[in-house]
């Protein structure tokens, strides 16, 4: 299907927008810019379309939008950031009195499409940032995407592709509320860790966790799974392979020691475990390591 679209362009003479054409090289090699822009836009300013292959994300720092995707809804209000991947449909609009002033970026390239599944596995393309707008890492990122286009030369290609990996690095911290600091993990989330690491090498499970913290275990998978980047068992099984990686590097034990000194009696299971989380087998792992 051909890309088309729809719109009306009632935003103030003080906006900003700025199109870009990347070369070749800019394609493979980075994420880019298409358009960027800050807008103040009054009524009946809206954009409809559809199969245009491109990535949208806009951070709503005043007044009131509304997004229109896939069959949803969203009222859009100061904080309100949104994601979408152009190729699907999409109406927006704004639906204030006052102008609905936002940051927006299209861009495409890298891991754009990797980094938009990441973002909707809640099934959301809307979330909301807690961060005081002026204060925001994704406002503060936009605005320097922002000035890097207004003098182009031969260095704005990086510098953009470097923002916006930092941009969709923040979209994921801030939408998975990972936007924490190092005193902020809970203490039995800490303690728990640390009982892995010291008894990695045994048999693990959820329940067990679960007697030794006296916290329940769906609690204990979902607190850690946030502050520690993946749940327990997921944790305990991949510090086994990197103990694993250790020993088959800088050890001459055979690698049925090595998966039974792990835990893993059974070395057919060892073998494939260790393939799914390294490309490899051990053998192959040992001889090129």
């Known amino acids: 299907m051909s890309y088309w679209e729809k719109a009306n362009h009632s935003w103030s003479q003080d906006s900003i927008r700025y199109i870009n054409t990347p070369s070749e090289?800019?394609?493979?090699?980075?994420?880019?810019?298409?358009?960027?822009?800050?807008?103040?836009?009054?009524?009946?300013?809206?954009?409809?379309?559809?199969?245009?292959?491109?990535?949208?994300m806009k951070f709503t720092h005043?007044?009131?939008?509304?997004l229109a995707y896939k069959n949803q809804k969203y009222i859009l209000e100061a904080g309100d950031i949104f994601f979408i991947d152009c190729?699907?449909?999409?109406?927006?609009q704004t639906i204030s009195e006052e102008p609905w002033?936002?940051?927006?970026?299209?861009?495409?390239?890298?891991?754009?499409?990797?980094?938009?599944?990441?973002?909707?596995?809640?099934?959301?393309?809307v979330f909301h940032s807690n961060t005081a707008n002026l204060e925001n890492p994704i406002h503060l990122i936009l605005r320097q995407l922002l000035h890097v286009q207004e003098n182009r030369?031969?260095?704005?290609?990086?510098?953009?592709?470097?923002?916006?990996?930092?941009?969709l690095n923040e979209l994921l911290i801030q939408k998975n509320q990972l936007d924490f600091t190092y005193e902020e993990i809970p203490d039995y989330?800490?303690?728990?860790k640390a009982f892995i690491d010291r008894q990695f090498k045994e048999s693990l499970s959820m329940e067990q966790l679960e007697k030794q913290f006296h916290i329940n275990k769906y609690q204990l998978n979902r607190e850690f799974s946030r502050f520690i980047g993946q749940p327990p068992i997921n944790y305990q099984i991949n510090k086994k392979i990197s103990f694993a990686k250790?020993?088959?590097?800088?050890?001459?034990?055979?690698?049925?020691?090595?998966?039974?000194?792990?835990?893993?009696?059974?070395?057919?299971?060892?073998?494939?475990?260790?393939?799914?989380k390294t490309g490899l087998t051990p053998g192959v792992y040992r001889k090129i390591g």
């Open 25 to 56: 090289k800019s394609k493979e090699l980075f994420y880019y810019v298409q358009e960027i822009g800050y807008f103040k836009a009054s009524r009946p300013y809206f954009t409809e379309r559809e199969n245009l292959p491109s990535f949208l």
């Open 153 to 167: 030369h031969a260095q704005t290609d990086f510098q953009s592709s470097v923002l916006l990996h930092q941009l």
């Open 101 to 125: 002033e936002m940051y927006w970026v299209h861009f495409y390239g890298g891991n754009s499409e990797l980094f938009y599944q990441e973002f909707m596995k809640n099934g959301s393309n």
């Open 246 to 276: 250790d020993l088959l590097r800088y050890s001459d034990q055979s690698i049925q020691e090595i998966a039974l000194e792990l835990g893993w009696d059974n070395f057919a299971y060892f073998s494939r475990l260790f393939k799914k």
């Open 189 to 192: 989330v800490l303690a728990m």
């Open 87 to 92: 190729m699907d449909y999409q109406h927006y």
């Open 62 to 66: 005043s007044g009131k939008g509304c």
